[in-house]
């Protein structure tokens, strides 16, 4: 998308060889009017899918997945990052390890909202080991629903998340997808869309 690559060329800051802040524009401050861009692209791609749901992470997912949401007519789910693991009927749990974070947190939806005959649009900001993406698409499978699609607004090329994902049967698409950076370079595999 080629807007999208546009403004991480302007405002995204290549910390070093692995870490992208776009926090002026998508993680912290939040560019409004690029996301409903984002959600609008999400719904053009994923069209004629059957898809009745988008579902995404706390927190930084919540933007775009809410565009695409709107742009669709679906709801959003957003599934919780809780620290403990919870014996519980209601819910459903998965653990999620963040190699970028160093930490591992239980993936959390409540039941209710995942049914057996679902189909489930995952959006999220970032594709880095694809943790997040294989730890959603668990819990949506664990409640008898549908993985409809995979949408990733940045990916980052050189870590293995998409492989990852095609391993596991899933078929990612991203708007952005970086392939190197380094200090003050940041360079795009190819144009998605
Ligand atoms: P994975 O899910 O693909 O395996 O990713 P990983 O564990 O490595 O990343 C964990 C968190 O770090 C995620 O945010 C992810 O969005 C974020 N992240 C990974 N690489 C980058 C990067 O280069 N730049 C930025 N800005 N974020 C990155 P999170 O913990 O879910 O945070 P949030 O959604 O609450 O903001």
New binding site residues.
């Given amino acids: 998308m080629k807007l999208l690559e546009e403004r991480i060329l302007k405002d995204g800051v290549a910390l070093n060889s ?6 002026s524009f998508l ?1 912290h401050q939040v560019d409004m009017g690029l996301m409903q861009e984002i959600g609008r692209e999400f719904a053009r791609i994923f069209a004629g899918k059957g898809i009745n749901k988008i579902a995404t ?5 919540i933007a775009p997945a809410g565009q695409a949401a709107l742009a669709m007519g679906v709801p959003l789910l957003v599934m919780k ?1 809780s620290t403990s693991s919870i014996l519980s009927e209601e819910l459903l749990q998965t653990p ?6 160093g930490s591992t947190y239980q993936l959390t939806t409540k039941r209710k909202y995942l049914s057996k005959g679902d189909s489930v649009l995952f959006i ?10 294989l730890g959603a698409a668990r819990l949506i499978e664990s409640a008898g629903a549908t993985v409809a699609g995979i949408g990733i607004v940045i990916e ?1 090329a050189f870590q293995p ?1 998409r492989l990852r994902l095609i391993e596991a049967g899933y078929h990612p698409v991203s708007l952005a997808a970086v392939s190197h950076m380094e200090t003050g370079i940041i360079s795009f595999v190819e144009s998605v869309s």
């Fill in positions: 692995d870490v992208l802040l776009v926090d993680n992470i706390e927190s930084s997912g990052k999620v390890a963040s190699f970028t974070k999220d900001d970032f594709l880095a080991n694809g943790e997040a993406a980052k998340g």
